[in-house]
């Protein structure tokens, strides 16, 4: 019987860096530990079940991010399996390691390797030449199953050279991976800012946005398309989840835009309801542009708690350039009726887009403060504007010349700017996103010191992450906001 591996990025590459991987996003890596979760890889754990119900292929699924393998350990667990095929999703940020794991796999074993995703989708030749045996460019879950099926390769689309194909039914798929991983592993309290121990679901696929910057929407999919789930589906689905779990405490919507239909929402939350889930806690990745009172009040009455939503810039000029308009008075409104039903919200914001200075990027800072210090954010999260290839970002600031040449693991958003503007270099994109990075971290400890005192505060962290971590979490936010204290002293003193 052909045997299948499936396999998630490497869990701490050359560098000895954790992944956080998140192909159709971001992934990044981060130094300590403590800092460390993990994503349910999501189209991986689909494209599994899939397999094993529409294959014979005998399929295994391992994830190094989950398991924090380096290279050597994830070779040995791979090769145990004697794969004659083996099927990964790296992005740039990972490319360098995962590719090396693929090809000793390959030369060990003579595995066939299926490449997927966002950094073979916009590089396939290249992958090919390199060693790759096939490319699967786009939403690829149904161009790997025709591949395994053994169709005849020049009929099957999306598989590289031939042309995209059609995007999925997503009422067709059954539940993603859960038996050779467990879902509830990927619910780790307090992260990926989760309040409870959320399993990470999945509603919708896509968005009717077109922002210039974005995997999901640019190469994931090619298309400003929204699909919803059957709302039966889906609560049935969470109905499984608690049944099989019954330490799950709730559900992360992670998906592009949870409420592009309100439609949807206003029956998913009806339904939800309806079926007694509410006495679950909900969060959701939303868009600001659709939140009303009567969308955000079905939501709150059904149990979520938090939203999340991309509010990237303040700056008009940098907003037309990532094609995602901004409208303030709506941010503010969004945000405001949120607070009012008693939701809590989660903002996201960029650094160093296409037209962005120095000056720009300040009015991101400011929003940042006037919107925590309105109590309209509860958290958020700063990254620089990374222009993952394949994207319209990577070829506008390729064919200006702003992309700088160096190695793929530099594309990590969390770290590292790879693109220098004539007006705004790389030093200073940098300078300007850890200026943001210590506004967050000083707004947000101000807000909750103010509301919840050091002792309680400490008390959650305990409780959310084992007594060591949260006193070294403290200390090192001690630190950080004595370095963001010394450097506003620096500068009242010019
Ligand atoms: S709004 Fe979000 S999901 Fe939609 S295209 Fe923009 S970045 Fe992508």
Redo the contacts with the bound molecule.
């Keep these: 019987m052909t045997k299948v591996v499936i396999a998630n990025s490497v869990g701490i590459d050359s560098r000895g860096k954790y992944i956080i991987h998140s192909p159709s996003r971001w992934s990044v890596g981060v130094e300590d530990e403590m800092d460390w979760f993990t994503y349910y890889p999501w189209e991986l754990a689909y494209l599994s079940s899939l397999l094993k119900r529409k294959t014979d292929a005998e399929v295994k699924f391992i994830d190094g991010c989950l398991k924090k393998l380096n290279l050597e350990h994830y070779l040995q667990s791979i090769i145990k399996e004697k794969p004659q095929w083996l099927v990964m999703e790296p992005s740039s940020r990972t490319i360098r390691d995962d590719f090396a794991l693929a090809l000793r796999v390959k030369e060990e074993l003579g595995t066939r390797i299926v490449l997927a995703g966002q950094h073979a989708t916009a590089f396939p030749e290249e992958l090919l030449h390199q060693g790759a045996d096939y490319i699967c460019i786009g939403e690829y879950e149904l161009t790997v199953v025709d591949l395994i099926k053994g169709l005849p390769s020049d009929q099957i689309p999306g598989l590289y050279p031939n042309g995209r194909r059609p995007l999925l039914d997503v009422n067709q798929l059954p539940y993603p991976e859960d038996d050779d991983v467990s879902r509830l592993d990927y619910a780790i309290p307090g992260e990926p800012n989760c309040d409870y121990v959320e399993i990470q679901a999945y509603a919708s696929r896509g968005?009717p946005?077109?922002?210039t910057f974005?995997v999901?929407?640019n190469i994931y999919y090619g298309h400003p398309r929204w699909r919803g789930r059957r709302v039966e589906d889906v609560v049935a689905e969470i109905k499984y989840l608690k049944q099989k779990y019954p330490r799950m405490e709730g559900v992360f919507f992670d998906e592009?835009?949870h409420n592009a239909n309100k439609g949807f929402i206003m029956e998913l939350t009806r339904a939800i309801s309806k079926e007694g889930l509410d006495n679950l806690r909900y969060n959701a990745m939303c868009?600001y542009w659709t939140l009303d009172r009567e969308m955000l009040q079905a939501m709150a009455d059904a149990g979520y708690y938090k939203i999340r939503v991309?509010i990237e810039t303040a700056s008009e000029v940098v907003a037309s350039a990532i094609k995602?308009p901004i409208d303030l008075r709506r941010v503010y409104t969004s945000l405001s009726l949120a607070k009012e039903v008693g939701l809590k919200t989660y903002g996201t914001f960029i650094i160093g887009a296409p037209m962005s200075t120095r000056g720009e990027d300040m009015k991101t800072i400011g929003l940042i403060k006037r919107l925590v210090r309105d109590g309209l954010l509860d958290g958020l999260q700063v990254s620089i504007t990374t222009p993952q290839p394949g994207t319209p970002f990577y070829y506008w600031a390729e064919e200006r010349g702003f992309l700088l040449k160096q190695n793929w693991s530099r594309f990590d958003g969390g770290a590292n700017a790879v693109v220098s503007y004539p007006d705004y270099p790389k030093e200073e994109i940098e300078e300007v996103f850890n200026l943001a990075s210590e506004v967050r971290d000083h707004m947000i400890l101000v807000r909750k010191m103010r509301e919840e005192g050091m002792g309680r505060l400490f008390k959650s962290a305990r409780a959310r992450y084992g007594g060591w971590t949260a006193l070294r979490k403290a200390v090192r936010r001690m630190g950080r906001e004595l370095d963001y204290r010394r450097r506003l002293h620096r500068e009242n003193k010019r």
């Design positions: 968005c946005m077109s922002c974005c999901a929407r592009e835009e868009g991309g995602k």
